[in-house]
Every structure is written in structure tokens, then in C-alpha cells.
T-cell receptor, first 111, second 115 residues
């Protein structure tokens, strides 16, 4: 079962910040939070990941709460090309190494 | 360029036939994965492998088989036992969990249609 919970869909105005939430209340101490996005009919694309500190790269920022039970992906200036399904994943550590995807959030950026 | 390649992009088969989907990576990744995606749905894990000659079932392994004879290759066979094989299939690779916090790389997918 997926270990993350995300809203099914969100809208965002072009040029505005898109804030995508994710709950991962059962996360273990050594598990990382990863974010991917999938544009229609393509393979998912890595965006960002983090353990407990906030992270930023050229695509997005990741804010992880102090208790690590939730996180928020921030696209600072959303464009129409950011319309996609966004997946929040907790990387399972140990021998399994599975990557478990949930249903994701469909972000619609509107002009 | 390093990457992960799936072929073919589109595949049509008659019901009752086995079909094998190719996945090759030149990223020197130990772990490889196969996912299935149905319209409007998320990704579901079929099989994964962390080392050559070893693999584990994911959540929906029934009707599928895999092999991992080479580190670079992880082919998926959709057998006639898979009741609803028409779907979008995605292959991914990554370093092993616990060896560092690295991302998974995905292929562009194979869209299988069984008629």
C-alpha cells in the first residue's frame, strides 16, 4: 500500500506559486521523501527529494515539517507546462527497496 | 547519453499470446522496476529487482514474469494468464535503497494493446 496521501486534484493560476501537500504520517527516520511528476503518456520525471531539511533546486522547493509527517512541494512560478500529475513517494529503505506510488495530485495550471 | 530505454513504444498483440517488453539501462543501476498504469490511475508495482538473477514480486505480479540475467536488462513478459493486459507499462532504475539518496529514472513507457 502507498504510504502517502495527496489531494486528487488542484488548480493554480499561471505565474502563481503552486503548493502541493503530501501526508506521510508513518514515515520512518531514515526514509526520504521524493517528488516526481508525470506529464500525460510520458514516464515520471524526478523533481526533488529530502530527508528532514527543506530543499530547493531549479525546479521546486520542498518543505518538510519538523515531525516529518507531511511535506509540501512548491513550484514558485507555475507555468502551463507544469500541468501534470505530481507524485509524493516515501522511499522504502532496507532490503525491499520498493518505490511505491500513490494516486498523485493532478495539477492544472490555468492561464 | 546515459538513460533507460523501453521498446517498443506501442505494441499490439492478440489475446492469448505472450509478449515481452524490453527495458535497458546504461546508468549502472542495481535496482530495476516494472510498473503498470491504467487510464487515470497511478503506478502499480509489478516486479522489481535489486541484483542480477534475483527479483521480487510487487503488488500485481500475477500474469507477469521477469528475468534479470544482466545488470542492464530487465525484460517483462506479459503472459496469457494476465486477464487485463492492455495498459501503459513503465520501467525504472535506481541505485539500491540504503546506498544513498538517489532518484529513480523512468523510461518513456510501452503502451500495450491486446485485441
Amino acid at each position: 500500500d502507498a504510504k502517502t496521501t495527496q489531494p486528487t486534484s488542484m488548480d493554480c493560476a499561471e505565474g502563481r506559486a503552486a503548493n502541493l501537500p503530501c501526508n506521510h504520517s508513518t514515515i520512518s527516520g531514515n526514509e526520504y521523501v521524493y517528488w516526481y511528476r508525470q506529464i500525460h503518456s510520458q514516464g515520471p520525471q524526478y523533481i526533488i527529494h529530502g530527508l528532514k531539511n527543506n530543499e530547493t533546486n531549479e525546479m521546486a522547493s520542498l518543505i518538510i515539517t519538523e515531525d516529518r509527517k507531511s511535506s509540501t512541494l512548491i513550484l514558485p512560478h507555475a507555468t502551463l507546462r507544469d500541468t501534470a500529475v505530481y507524485y509524493c513517494i516515501v522511499r522504502v529503505e532496507g532490503n525491499t527497496g520498493k518505490l511505491i506510488f500513490g494516486q498523485g495530485t493532478t495539477l492544472q495550471v490555468k492561464p | 547519453d546515459g538513460g533507460i530505454t523501453q521498446s517498443p513504444k506501442y505494441l499490439f498483440r492478440k489475446e492469448g499470446q505472450n509478449v515481452t517488453l524490453s527495458c535497458e539501462q546504461n546508468l549502472n543501476h542495481d535496482a530495476m522496476y516494472w510498473y503498470r498504469q491504467d487510464p487515470g490511475q497511478g503506478l502499480r508495482l509489478i516486479y522489481y529487482s535489486q541484483i542480477v538473477n534475483d527479483f521480487q514480486k510487487g503488488d500485481i505480479a500475477e500474469g507477469y514474469s521477469v528475468s534479470r540475467e544482466k545488470k542492464e536488462s530487465f525484460p517483462l513478459t506479459v503472459t496469457s494468464a494476465q486477464k487485463n493486459p492492455t495498459a501503459f507499462y513503465l520501467c525504472a532504475s535506481s541505485t539500491l535503497a540504503g546506498t544513498g539518496n538517489t532518484e529513480a529514472f523512468f523510461g518513456q513507457g510501452t503502451r500495450l494493446t491486446v485485441v
